[in-house]
């Protein structure tokens, strides 16, 4: 049965709490996941990302470019408040700490950082598991995330706590990886 929801606008509900879901944007077309956990619920003990999706693109993250054709796959409220790019070009204004702080896709791919069911990235991957998709690369993209407390690490050893100004494109990498680095 189609039903537009929570899950986006192609939504299949089916049983022991498992909804399909299916992106269809400029990166993929009909691509298709089922999400098994509750929205934002039963992570990886190791996985404890200290911003959800929707406040990470409140905050303002890859400069307003990243999910601006995604908008059907996740809830509106994600949305609602977000800081997006409206003419496709990333504006470093939009991220929370005025600064780029971005390497383009290309050097993703070269990287091998890219799987090919999330062909945006970690934070595609993240907003995924966040609605429930449990995956073949989870443990990849969570060992990706635990390693970011080295530039974590720097913030803290070199910055005044609270301190904005201090490290600010590596804040707001750190940002983009759902640690709120404005508390460090």
């Known amino acids: 049965m189609m039903v537009t929801g929570v899950c986006g606008v192609y939504c299949v509900h089916l049983p022991y709490r498992m909804r399909k879901n299916t992106a269809h944007d400029r990166m993929q077309k009909k691509y298709t996941y089922v999400c098994t956990e509750p929205i934002g619920k039963n992570f990886h003990p190791d996985f404890k990302p200290q911003l959800t999706p929707k406040e990470m693109l409140e905050l303002g993250v890859f400069g307003g470019l990243y999910m601006t054709d995604c908008k059907s796959e996740f809830p509106k409220s ?16 939009l991220n929370h700490f005025q600064i780029n702080a971005s390497q383009p896709l290309s050097v993703w791919k070269a990287k091998g950082w890219i799987h090919k069911d999330d062909p945006r990235g970690w934070f595609q991957w993240y907003c995924r598991y966040y609605m429930g998709r449990r995956h073949e690369d989870d443990e ?41 680095s404005r508390k460090m």
């Not at 060992?143 to 590596?170: E, L």
Request: proline fraction near 2%; charged fraction near 30%; aromatic fraction near 8%.
């Open 78 to 93: 994600w949305f609602t408040h977000a800081k997006l790019s409206h003419d496709g070009k990333r504006h470093k204004e």
């Open 140 to 180: 990849r993209q969570i060992k990706r995330w635990k390693a970011m407390v080295r530039h974590i690490g720097q913030v803290v050893g070199n910055c005044m706590k609270g301190d904005p100004t201090c490290r600010r494109r590596q804040r707001q990498a750190i940002l983009h990886w759902a640690y709120d």
